[in-house]
C-alpha cells in the first residue's frame, strides 16, 4: 500500500542548526558550529557538491574567524583549530 501522507514528525521541519553570530555557538544545541547535527546536513545538502562544500566553508570559515578575532583580539582561536573545525571535518576521507 503506498503512503501519500508522512508522520507529522517527518512533514515538520525540525529547527535548523544554524549559528549564532558573532559567538558561532549552535543556536539549537549551543556546540560550536557546525555541530554534529549541522555537519551531517550540510554533507547532505552538498552530496553531490563536495567541491561547493568546501568553498562554502572556506567563506564561513573566513567569516568566522574575522568575528571571533574581533570579539577576542587578545587571545583569539587557534588558526589550526579554526581550520579543523569549519573546514577538516568535510576532507574527503578516499583521496589518495
Ligand atoms: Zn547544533
Redesign the pocket.
Known amino acids: 500500500m503506498p503512503r501519500t501522507a508522512l508522520p507529522d514528525r517527518a512533514t515538520t521541519p525540525s529547527r535548523p542548526?544554524l549559528p549564532l553570530r558573532p559567538l558561532w555557538l549552535?543556536r539549537?544545541?549551543a556546540?560550536p558550529w557546525p555541530?554534529s547535527?549541522?555537519r551531517l546536513a550540510l554533507r547532505q545538502e552538498y552530496a553531490h557538491d563536495r567541491i561547493g562544500l568546501s568553498v562554502y566553508l572556506c567563506a564561513v570559515l573566513h567569516e568566522a574567524a574575522a568575528d571571533l578575532y574581533r570579539l577576542n583580539p587578545h587571545d583569539g582561536p587557534d588558526p589550526a583549530a579554526l581550520f579543523t573545525r569549519f573546514l577538516g571535518w568535510a576532507r574527503p576521507r578516499h583521496l589518495p
Open positions: 542548526h549552535c539549537v544545541c556546540a555541530c547535527v549541522a
